[in-house]
């Protein structure tokens, strides 16, 4: 059986962090899939379309990762979807205690669904979508936060 582990998020917009988890996670399952998970009631900077479409360019180069979009609860998709994982990157500890009440509840919802935390890479862990949106917003550069498929768009947009 082939392993799948998802790796939800709402990547407004994916970044060079998202990236690295990817990257690392893709080495240990057959298939990771990226799920842009999207509350219609949240405020966005992209649309989930656009979101979809840059994910999609950014991830173009990682052969097992796939991309899926999904509204509702993630532990469902995941249940539906007979994966055996999610993937969470962990920038801090504030990160981890969030992160691990989060894991407990969906323990509850399916036992044979397994959260393994990734630490972000010491480069990218101070880069998160709110630090990146302000990096637009005044102007900075993105190169080293987002993948390059997602600076015009975003710059478009400030």
Do not use: C
């Not at 656009?50 to 979009?69: F, G, M, W, Y």
């Not at 995941?78 to 009440?101: C, N, P, S, W």
């Not at 302000?134 to 993948?147: C, D, G, I, M």
Request: proline residues 4%.
């Amino acid at each position: 059986m082939m392993s799948l582990a998802v790796f939800p998020g709402s990547f407004d917009p994916i970044t060079l962090g998202h990236l690295d988890i990817l990257s690392r996670a893709s080495t240990v399952f057959d298939e990771v899939r990226i799920l842009l998970v999207h509350n219609s009631r949240k405020q966005t900077l992209f649309t989930v379309e656009e979101r979809l479409q840059q994910i999609k360019e950014a991830v173009a180069h990682l052969p097992k990762v796939t991309v899926d979009s999904h509204e509702g609860l993630t532990i469902q998709y995941v249940t539906d979807h007979q994966g055996q994982a999610m993937i969470r990157g962990l920038r801090g500890t504030k990160d981890f205690e969030y992160e691990m009440q989060v894991a407990a509840i969906n323990r509850k919802f399916n036992p044979n669904v397994e959260t393994l935390f990734l630490a972000t890479s010491g480069e990218f862990a101070f880069i998160s979508s709110t630090i990146v949106k302000e990096a637009a917003k005044y102007k900075q550069a993105l190169h080293e936060l987002v993948p390059a498929s997602v600076i015009q768009p975003l710059q478009d947009k400030f």
